[in-house]
């Protein structure tokens, strides 16, 4: 299992657009920078926890923590129902740690995801946590 802490504002993958020649690239232009602090934090986590990539079925913990707007103020975090959509956020990680932490994000059996806005004086991040889920059984 690695927990790590990846700094930074969240970003999505998955709005594609194509390009007058019929290519297809990510419409997000931050979406390649946060990969790679991802893909690095997970590198380092690894290399700490002395882990080794994981071959079989993988549960994923993810928490997606954004900034705060300016209307709050000094007021604590209401529910975060805005977008960015959790699922398009969960699939930049899912793709950031394939061949670090797992071979491939077709592995991950098990997914929790969690989005909110930062507490006061937090700055926004994703907190991941990769553990092999058991075989055979839904992880608990």
């Known amino acids: 299992m690695i927990t790590f802490t990846a700094p930074g504002v969240p970003q999505v993958q998955g709005n594609h657009r194509v390009s007058k020649h019929g290519y297809t690239y990510d419409a997000n232009k931050n979406l390649a920078g946060w990969r790679r602090t991802v893909a690095l934090c997970a590198q ?76 006061l004086g937090e700055q926004p991040h994703a907190k991941i946590r990769v553990t092999p889920a058991p075989k055979g059984q839904p992880h608990q």
């Open 44 to 119: 380092q986590a690894m290399t700490a926890a002395n882990a080794e990539l994981i071959t079989g079925p993988v549960h994923l913990d993810l928490e997606f923590v954004m900034p705060r707007t300016k209307a709050m103020r000094t007021d604590p975090p209401p529910p975060m129902i805005q977008r960015p959509d959790s699922s398009k956020l969960q699939r930049a990680i899912e793709d950031a740690l394939a061949g670090i932490a797992y071979r491939d994000d077709s592995q991950i059996t098990d997914l929790t995801v969690h989005k909110r806005r930062a507490n």
